[in-house]
Every structure is written in structure tokens, then in C-alpha cells.
Nanobody
Framework: EVQLVESGGGLVQAGGSLRLSCAAS????????IGWFRRAPGKGREGVAC??????????YYADSVKGRFTISGDNAKKTVHLQMSSLKPEDTAVYYC?????????????????WGQGTQVTVSS
């Protein structure tokens, strides 16, 4: 069974930084997609940053709203993925979820044959 556990959320002032981490277990091998999604108050879930692996190549996606401010990175050996968030804005306030699976998509917010973490709250004060 695939399990994902997020950590690193909290309260930060606008302009500050936070680093989220996600520990994955239950995967065999390294050929899986992993990413971060978020749900802001009163809004639907949004794909923030995803790592997709196909035929030995890796591609990274960022939502336009976080490009240049957020960085996703993965450690295959430790089966962890991090989201470094900088220059945070109040509109980044949300519950952030880690997701991983055979195929995930940030733009359409889908996870195929995978799992979601329980979420971690990020609050950015103005």
C-alpha cells in the first residue's frame, strides 16, 4: 500500500519561505510521478508542481502562479519529495497535499493508480 506523509507546513509572513516534505512508502522502483497540489479556502484543488517520469526522462511542471518562487525536488533513494516555497504571498494560503502514482497531472489535477497525503496547512499572513 502506497502511503504519503507530508510535513513542514506552518504560519509565515508574506515574503517568507517554507519547505514542505513528503515521505513516500510502498512504491517499487523509481518510475512513478509525484507532485504537490493545494486547496485554498473556498476554491478547488490546484496542481502546484509535479515531477513526471516517462521512458527514462523527467519533466517538471509548475503552475503559473508559483513559477519562479517554488521549486520541487525529489530524492529517489529516500523516496522523498520537497517543495521549497519562497516569496510567499497571502494567496498561497492553502492546505498542501502530496500525491504520487503511476501517472499524475498537475494541470488537470489527476492521480492514476496512486495516493494522496493527508495534507499540511500553509498560512501566509500579510
Amino acid at each position: 500500500e502506497v502511503q504519503l506523509v507530508e510535513s513542514g507546513g506552518g504560519l509565515v509572513q508574506a515574503g517568507g519561505s517554507l519547505r514542505l516534505s513528503c515521505a513516500a512508502s510502498g512504491f517499487t522502483g523509481d518510475n512513478y510521478d509525484i507532485g504537490w497540489f493545494r486547496r485554498a479556502p473556498g476554491k478547488g484543488r490546484e496542481g502546484v508542481a509535479c515531477i513526471n517520469r516517462r521512458r527514462g526522462s523527467t519533466s517538471t511542471y509548475y503552475a503559473d502562479s508559483v513559477k519562479g518562487r517554488f521549486t520541487i525536488s525529489g530524492d529517489n533513494a529516500k523516496k522523498t519529495v520537497h517543495l521549497q516555497m519562497s516569496s510567499l504571498k497571502p494567496e498561497d494560503t492553502a492546505v498542501y497535499y502530496c500525491a504520487a502514482g503511476e501517472s499524475i497531472s498537475c494541470p488537470v489535477v489527476s492521480v492514476l493508480h496512486g495516493s494522496w497525503g493527508q495534507g499540511t496547512q500553509v498560512t501566509v499572513s500579510s
